[in-house]
């Protein structure tokens, strides 16, 4: 198989809701990727923090707003804990996995920026999930208490939602790219980056969650990268999901891609960013593929007998 330099985009969700789950489950992630490593491909790591940066937030604010001595926290702070705690997991078990096999890698976690507009229309309009389900009642008590806005998501509770603007530039990217050029495997754009926004006085944090699989491709481009691999909870992009005639697409054009997005094949929050995401990859450059598959079959896919290829 030909060497490739990959973007992976794993989703949060994967990582559990909990540091000790998110411990054991990466240990699974960490096999998966040091299979790709193995077969001699360069990899770099992104992912989400939806459910982590959740927690981490209202676990500070539940601490301050209870006599707690702990202060509210800013949102993007809270991000950047994310992105710490999640590399630290990430980069152990990637490192022991490694290790294990007698490869030779190091393995680097970067505190990731991104900047986003601060005239994004998103601003306008939270959409993006973060934390934990609550019942309506408890979602609308916070809501009264911080002016905060809680949708109802999958039929599974009631979640906040924050602002999901487009990422516009990654920060960090030289020092990604210098760490690459050291055959270094790398984890970045954790969260999807900590959205920032530039002013006269430099960089300010905003309070929103960048979909981290427009940050991954956003990253594959900068860095031109062979493929961008996007890891989610189904092996293959289906259309007419969840109905009697649900098929499996193993490869989707961009037109293809375009014509399903108008007929609302994929949902928003769900498969439709990881669509975008790939189309935006594939679009930016001839020859670009991408690939949606599950975390446990992405050795299977990359030698192409499962997940769905998004080709130009």
């Not at 604010?61 to 997991?89: K, R, V």
């Not at 050029?181 to 754009?189: A, F, G, N, P, S």
């Not at 891609?257 to 669509?275: D, T």
């Amino acid at each position: 198989m030909e060497s490739k330099r990959i973007v992976l985009a794993l989703g949060g969700n994967a990582l559990g809701n909990t540091p000790e789950e998110q411990l054991s489950l990466v240990k699974g992630t960490a096999k998966t990727i040091a299979d790709l490593i193995e077969q001699g491909h360069k990899i770099v790591i992104g992912h989400g923090n939806g459910p982590q940066v959740g927690m981490i937030n209202l676990a500070m604010e539940h601490s301050a707003l209870n006599g707690g001595n702990t202060p509210a926290m800013p949102f993007p702070e809270c991000g950047a804990m994310s992105q710490g705690y999640i590399g630290y997991h990430l980069q152990q078990a990637i490192s022991d996995e490694l290790e294990r096999r007698h490869i030779e890698k190091d393995v680097a976690s970067v505190i990731t920026q991104v900047v986003v507009d601060e005239n994004d229309p998103a601003f306008l309009k939270p959409t993006k999930p973060i934390g934990a389900f609550m019942s309506k009642e408890a979602a609308d008590k916070i809501a009264e208490e911080k002016g905060y806005t809680f949708v109802e998501d999958a039929g599974r509770g009631y979640r906040r939602v924050v602002p999901s603007p487009q990422p516009k530039k990654i920060v960090e990217l030289n020092v990604v790219n210098k760490l690459i050029k050291e055959d270094c495997v790398v984890i970045t754009v954790g969260g999807g980056g900590i959205p920032v926004i530039e002013t006269a006085d430099g960089l300010k944090g905003v309070a929103a969650v960048i979909d981290k699989d427009k940050s991954s491709a956003r990253l594959a481009e900068d860095l031109d990268a062979d493929m961008l691999v996007v890891l989610t909870a189904v092996d293959r992009v289906c259309i007419d999901f969840n109905k009697p005639t649900q098929k499996e697409m193993p490869e989707l054009t961009l037109a293809d891609c375009k014509k399903y997005i108008e007929e609302g094949q994929f949902a928003p929050g769900s498969m439709l960013p990881k669509v975008e995401a790939c189309m935006n990859f594939v679009a930016s450059k001839k020859g670009r593929v991408a690939l949606i598959t599950s975390l446990e079959k992405a050795g299977e896919a990359m030698k192409g007998n499962t997940g769905t290829r998004i080709v130009d």
